[in-house]
């Protein structure tokens, strides 16, 4: 059994920086992927980029590479997501979420993730 909780959100200015967090419970983290989507109000939840079980691989989506930084420490069953020159367009419903997909990288699919964390909203003011 696994559960996500993100924590962090909360309102930016543009420009400004902001970290989350997604603190797992459950024996299986270290084997885990972890992906963050986001997911702005009428629009489709979007990768944003992922890190894969041993920590040594991550990726993102193109549009927030070089400003966004996800990484992980296992011995605190957490993962990061660092965001920084953040824009109004970013505003969301960030979430963490986990799968043991078999591959040594973690996928960007959301239909491949097996557990949700329940969402943080970030805002970003102009």
């Known amino acids: 059994q696994v559960q996500l909780v993100e924590s962090g959100g909360g309102l930016v200015q543009t420009g400004g920086s902001l970290r989350l967090s997604c603190a797992a419970s459950g024996r299986i983290f270290s084997s885990s992927h972890m992906g963050w989507f986001r997911q702005a109000p009428g629009k489709e939840r979007e990768f944003v980029g992922a890190?894969?079980?041993?920590?040594?691989?991550?990726y993102y989506a193109d549009s927030v590479k070089g400003r966004f930084t996800i990484s992980r420490d296992n011995a605190k069953n957490t993962v990061y997501l660092e965001m920084s020159n953040l824009k109004p367009e970013e505003t969301a419903v960030y979430c963490c979420a986990s799968t043991e997909f078999p591959g040594r990288l973690a996928p960007r699919r959301s239909s491949e993730y097996d557990y949700w964390g329940q969402g943080n909203q970030v805002t970003v003011s102009a």
């Open positions: 890190i894969n079980r041993s920590g040594g691989s991550t």
